[in-house]
């Protein structure tokens, strides 16, 4: 069992920055995908960056260039930098881990409770 928590959302303002981590309860994040996706009200979770154990990372077209996912497996913490924000990021974030780097939320199978980030216009 993996508990993951997210945390560092907030309310900013357009063309602001966030950074988001994600807490893993234990050292797994070595051999684990981890995942950002958020879901906003009356959407489904879409995808938004992942990477892998050897740092491979993948990003959705909207963020490409504007956020970047990292990770420091001695602190088992995953993080994602989110410069440049737009109105349209506003969601909840939420933090994943899965076996294999997918845009797809149904493969991966720990999640956190969510990070609720709102940008203003």
């Known amino acids: 069992q993996v508990q993951l928590v997210e945390s560092g959302g907030g309310l900013v303002q357009a063309g602001g920055s966030l950074r988001l981590s994600c807490v893993a309860s234990r050292r797994t994040l070595s051999t684990r995908v981890m995942g950002w996706f958020r879901q906003a009200p009356g959407k489904e979770r879409e995808f938004v960056s992942t990477?892998?154990?050897?740092?491979?990372?993948k990003y959705a077209d909207s963020v490409k260039g504007r956020f970047t996912i990292s990770r420091d497996d001695a602190r088992s913490t995953v993080y994602l930098q989110m410069n440049s924000l737009k109105p349209e990021d506003t969601a909840v974030y939420y933090c994943g881990s899965g076996q294999i780097q997918s845009s797809n939320p149904k493969l991966y199978d720990y999640w956190g409770q969510g990070t609720q980030v709102t940008v203003s216009s």
């Open positions: 990477i892998t154990w050897s740092e491979s990372t």
